[in-house]
């Protein structure tokens, strides 16, 4: 049992835990967990390295918790949009961008993060997403199918071609950002403007690419 004494010192008022776990969201999700240290967090964090170690006893168990923090950053949200059994495929469409465009503004790191993590950690990745999203018994993918089936939509072999395709068209300008604003001499505002217009954007191209000739 660990007594009140044996806590390190901290100023008061301030919530050690959550500079810890702000630190160490920061520096994995720019580095990556190999390239992160226990004490690059803590001054980072602007904290006695044995309060880390008090509160969360290992770097493993920070990385965890911050690799579950930002794949719920990433997905919040998404779940509830594709099993709504109350909205068209076009409106989960528009839905599912706007979501992720806003979250990818406020968030711009995490889709990095994402990618370098399901190179490393692939099975705690799709635990996850498996767990939060359940795409392939989605309201979405049965509307897709569907679709295909009267005619609406051409045959693309996989009903999860669609989901990649979405999510290429969406998150795939926020991990190329540095190239496409050195090659394009695109600023950060000029940036900004371009993805809030691609919520209108991505739906017209999506339905375009899909829609079956009649």
């Not at 049992?1 to 959550?18: F, L, R």
């Not at 990095?112 to 359940?134: A, C």
């Not at 940036?191 to 991505?202: D, E």
Request: hydrophobic fraction near 45%.
């Amino acid at each position: 049992m660990v007594k009140t004494n044996d806590i390190p010192d901290m100023e008061p008022g301030e919530s050690a835990e959550q500079k810890i776990k702000a630190a160490a969201k920061k520096l994995f999700t720019q580095k990556g967990y190999a390239a992160v240290k226990t004490r690059d967090i803590a001054t980072e964090a602007g904290i006695n390295l044995a309060l880390v170690n008090y509160y969360f006893r290992s770097k493993e168990n920070l990385f965890e918790l911050v690799m579950l923090e930002n794949m719920t950053t990433f997905i919040e949200g998404a779940a509830a949009i594709i099993h709504d059994e109350t909205t068209s495929l076009d409106q989960k469409i528009e839905l599912l961008v706007g979501h992720y465009i806003d979250i990818l503004i406020k968030n711009p790191n995490v889709p990095q993060f994402v990618l370098n993590e399901m190179q490393s950690h692939p099975e705690k990745i799709t635990t996850i997403l498996g767990q939060k999203l359940n795409i392939f018994d989605s309201i979405l993918i049965r509307q897709v199918i569907e679709e295909i089936r009267v005619g609406n939509m051409v045959n693309i072999g996989h009903p999860i071609q669609f989901i990649v395709n979405l999510l290429a068209l969406t998150i795939f300008p926020f991990v190329t950002r540095p190239m496409v604003s050195a090659v394009g001499n695109v600023d950060e505002a000029t940036f900004m403007f371009m993805m809030q217009g691609r919520k209108k954007l991505i739906p017209t191209w999506i339905k375009a690419m899909y829609k079956a000739e009649k």
